[in-house]
């Protein structure tokens, strides 16, 4: 995690115009949400960088971080590209992060039973 | 880029819940390792981008002009059950890093603090992350060759522990022995939720 300069961000900001914060559908962009490429949808006006996404994730489920992971594109870029693709209906969402920091909430029963699940699935790994 | 990945790549289409927890520690402690040791793809990095928090650095480093910076991050994958799924995201939790922390480990449910006991000061930092973000936490000693068997209690005051965190022992790159200490981090999280509710 040492931190490093790359000349080759400057095509990523070029491509998300600048933006370097997400702008439009990514609120809900978890780094471990699902996302899959919705089938049947032209690539007419994609840049290189979105279609990249949407072969990748013509495959099945992969979560945002894997998304970024295998392309190559830093978790910021990768969100921005996720929210245009999202906009334009190549890219669905599947499964949400749960969310643990919900502890204390009308939900305690939920998060004690994902934790017990969590903890056999872990146990008979 | 795509066309050389297999399809063992993929989530499960089963999965409907997916989870995570953090494993946290300095350089060099073996969080990379821990994760590879558990996780069902091969440990990936991804990268975030540094603006505001790196100019600090940039400043400390003489560049004057504020420029952006990656940190990367590494993570890895468990399928629990056919509808769950567990990342585990390993980060050094440093306070310059906070932002990125924040991004990270928010829904995370819980943090393993990896420590080595030769260099406990080494782990104060990713302590504090950890605590400022309120992430319940258990902390696991990475046993290295020429670790010294230091007395628990001495351990346990050198790192300021609350008498309830557990601290354990592990071999980072025995696949047994990292499931045992997310078994004990989820224990934790199961027993401090229990007293919470």
């Known amino acids: 995690m040492t931190p490093r300069y790359r000349r080759d961000l400057v095509r990523s900001f070029v491509l998300t115009g600048g933006r370097a914060q997400p702008t439009r559908n990514t609120g809900a962009l978890d780094v471990i949400t699902m996302v899959t490429a919705v089938p049947g949808r032209p690539f007419t006006g994609l840049q290189p960088e979105h279609l990249a996404i949407v072969e990748l994730c013509r495959g099945g489920y992969l979560s945002v971080a894997e998304v970024a992971a295998h392309l190559g594109q830093p978790l910021t870029i990768t969100r921005i590209l996720l929210g245009d693709l999202l906009a334009s209906g190549h890219v669905a969402v599947g499964a949400n992060a749960s969310d643990g920091g919900a502890a204390g909430a009308a939900a305690d029963s939920d998060h004690i039973r994902l934790l017990e699940r969590m903890l056999r699935g872990l146990q008979a790994l | ?32 390792t821990l994760i590879g040791a558990v996780s069902e793809i091969e440990p990936l990095r991804t990268e975030e981008l540094m603006t505001q928090a790196g100019a600090v650095v940039d400043d400390l480093t003489g560049i004057p002009a504020k420029r952006t910076t990656t940190v990367a991050l590494d993570f890895g994958r468990l399928t629990l059950a056919d509808d769950l799924a567990l990342y585990l995201f390993g980060t050094p939790g440093q306070q310059r890093f906070a932002q990125i922390w924040k991004d990270i480990a928010r829904g995370a449910f819980g943090a393993l603090v990896l420590a080595d006991s030769r260099f406990l000061d080494q782990s104060f930092e990713a302590l504090g992350v950890v605590e400022r973000f309120n992430l319940p936490y258990i902390v696991a000693l990475n046993t290295f060759p020429d670790t ?46 229990q007293e919470l509710s």
């Open chain 2, 148 to 193: 010294p068997d230091y007395p628990r209690a001495e351990l346990r005051e050198a790192l300021d522990l609350d008498p309830r965190t557990p601290l354990i022992t592990c071999n980072a790159q025995d696949r047994q022995s990292a499931k045992t200490a997310l078994v004990e981090l989820v224990k934790h999280l199961y027993i401090r939720q």
């Open chain 2, 1 to 32: 880029m795509a066309s050389r990945l297999s399809d063992g790549i993929y989530v499960r289409d089963t999965v409907q819940t997916i989870v995570k927890l953090m494993v946290v520690g300095p350089f060099g402690v073996g969080k990379t």
